[in-house]
């Protein structure tokens, strides 16, 4: 197959995915920007007092034993994975489509690894606090109350952008969870007083990966086009 003939065919899904876009947006009563943009608002600022009531009825900021460096070190790697992942989960700008599916893997991939990376070399930065024991029981509370944390964006996030996805919302829906997971990985440093490294891979990252696998799982049949009755 030649490039000609690759690049043929990625065009014509391409337009193919635009006019499934146009058909939907034709045949689908919309509400006005503004109305829609206060919606949006609402929703966005409902959830962002429900997950910031939540993680206060989790118990709130803990320090603990960590110094204020080791916290403020795994706090910024989290809060600038979860920009990141907040931009590309947005959609692309000038794009219907949204961003590619190899763009949207690569970075949820790559945010989990960053954020794993991070916990260990916080571990061997601060050797004295990375070894302490935490019980399995201990990893199994706190992850569940990370998940319980990411669930709430998550699910502000989908639908906010429910039905808009022609191409992979399969893809995007993992993408919002990976970003719904940085965020509960940054509360789950400002919450968790353990300084374990292997607490914080299995309480704090694994859980992120299970967001997004939630998500992509859920934004396949929330974020996807439907059928035009």
Same mark, same amino acid.
């Given at each position: 197959m030649t490039s000609d003939d690759t690049a043929g065919r990625s065009s014509s899904v391409d337009a193919g995915a635009r006019a499934r876009v146009l058909e939907a947006i034709a045949g689908t009563p919309s509400p006005a920007r503004a109305v829609y943009t206060r919606r949006a608002a609402w929703l966005a600022g409902v959830g962002a007092l429900a997950t910031c009531g939540l993680f206060l009825g989790m118990g709130g900021p803990t320090q603990g034993a960590r110094p204020f460096e080791m916290v403020a070190f795994l706090l910024g790697f989290a809060l600038v994975a979860s920009a990141a992942? *907040?931009? @590309?989960?947005?959609?692309?700008?000038?794009?219907?489509?949204?961003?590619?599916?190899?763009? =949207?893997?690569?970075?949820?991939?790559? *945010?989990? @690894?960053?954020?794993?990376?991070?916990?260990?070399?916080?571990?061997?930065?601060?050797?004295? =606090?990375?070894?302490e024991h935490v019980s399995r029981a201990t990893d199994l509370a706190c992850g569940l109350m990370s998940v319980i944390q990411g669930s709430l964006p998550l699910v502000v996030w989908l639908l906010l952008k429910r039905g808009t996805d022609p191409v992979h919302p399969t893809v995007t829906g993992a993408a919002l969870g990976m970003t719904a997971g940085a965020y509960t990985v940054a509360l789950a440093t400002l919450r968790c007083a353990h300084a374990a490294a292997l607490h914080g891979m299995l309480a704090h990252v694994l859980p992120a990966l299970l967001l997004s696998m939630i998500g992509g799982v859920l934004g396949r049949f929330v974020l996807r086009l439907q059928p035009l009755r």
């Open positions: 992942m *907040t931009r @590309l989960s947005s959609g692309q700008p000038g794009s219907m489509l949204g961003r590619p599916r190899v763009v =949207l893997v690569s970075a949820l991939a790559l *945010t989990a @690894l960053l954020l794993a990376m991070a916990i260990w070399g916080a571990s061997m930065a601060w050797p004295d =606090l990375g070894g």
